[in-house]
């Protein structure tokens, strides 16, 4: 089992920035990729971004320029720079990683992107 704990969410302005942190601990060898996903009320939850073993990343179109995802395996914790927050950013955002023996999601941090 792999346990992950994400912080870091909260309510900021809008062109505002966050930083959430996503904690890995138990099982944590051979995972292969950690990503963050949202999810807005009323819609499914989407993939934001990934990021592989070997550093490689993937993003969103709508997150592409903005957001930046980054990994310390020697912390085992995976990060979400966010900047320039737009209003349609606004959603739960969750933490994953996957090993050949599945996949694990962290509990959510609300962001919130408001005046």
């Known amino acids: 089992q792999v346990q992950l704990v994400e912080s870091g969410g909260g309510l900021v302005q809008p062109g505002g920035s966050l930083r959430l942190s996503c904690a890995a601990s138990?099982?944590?060898?051979?995972?292969?990729?950690m990503g963050w996903y949202r999810q807005a009320p009323g819609k499914q939850r989407e993939l934001v971004a990934l990021?592989?073993?070997?550093?490689?990343?993937t993003y969103a179109d709508s997150v592409k320029g903005r957001f930046a995802i980054s990994r310390d395996n020697a912390k085992n914790t995976a990060y979400l720079q966010m900047n320039s927050l737009k209003s349609e950013d606004t959603a739960v955002y969750y933490c994953?990683?996957?090993?050949?023996?599945?996949?694990?999601w962290g509990q959510g941090t609300q962001v919130t992107v408001s005046s």
């Open positions: 994953n990683a996957i090993k050949p023996t599945g996949a694990y």
């Open positions: 138990g099982s944590i060898f051979g995972i292969d990729a």
């Open positions: 990021i592989t073993n070997i550093g490689r990343t």
